[in-house]
Nanobody
Framework: QVQLVESGGGLAQAGGSLKLSCKAS????????MGWYRQAPGKQRELVARISYGDSNYADSVKGRFTISGDHAKRTVDLQMNSPKPEDTAVYYC?????????WGQGTQVTVSS
């Protein structure tokens, strides 16, 4: 069984910083794509950032503030959140994809206060 465990969520002040981490257990297989998604109450789950080997992309709303990094072989992926805003408050989910199979983490709450 593949399990993705997110950590690092919690409370943050606007203008501060927060780092989310995701680690896979139960498998040593590498992945093709890793990313972070988030879902706020009443909203659809949306892409925050994604990395596929050396190529990364971000949602427009987080460009210049968040940075994604990871190791595809070790199946670890981090999201450095600098200058978070209250609008960034959501449950953040880690995604790892190998070929056409998606694996999701359980989600970690991020709350940003102004």
């Amino acid at each position: 069984q593949v399990q993705l465990v997110e950590s690092g969520g919690g409370l943050a002040q606007a203008g501060g910083s927060l780092k989310l981490s995701c680690k896979a257990s139960g498998s040593i297989r590498g992945v093709d794509t890793m990313g972070w998604y988030r879902q706020a109450p009443g909203k659809q789950r949306e892409l925050v950032a994604r990395i596929s080997y050396g190529d990364s992309n971000y949602a427009d709303s987080v460009k210049g503030r968040f940075t994604i990094s990871g190791d595809h072989a070790k199946r670890t992926v981090d999201l450095q959140m600098n200058s978070p805003k209250p609008e960034d408050t959501a449950v953040y989910y880690c995604l790892q994809r190998r070929r056409d199979v998606d694996y999701w983490g359980q989600g970690t709450q991020v709350t940003v206060s102004s």
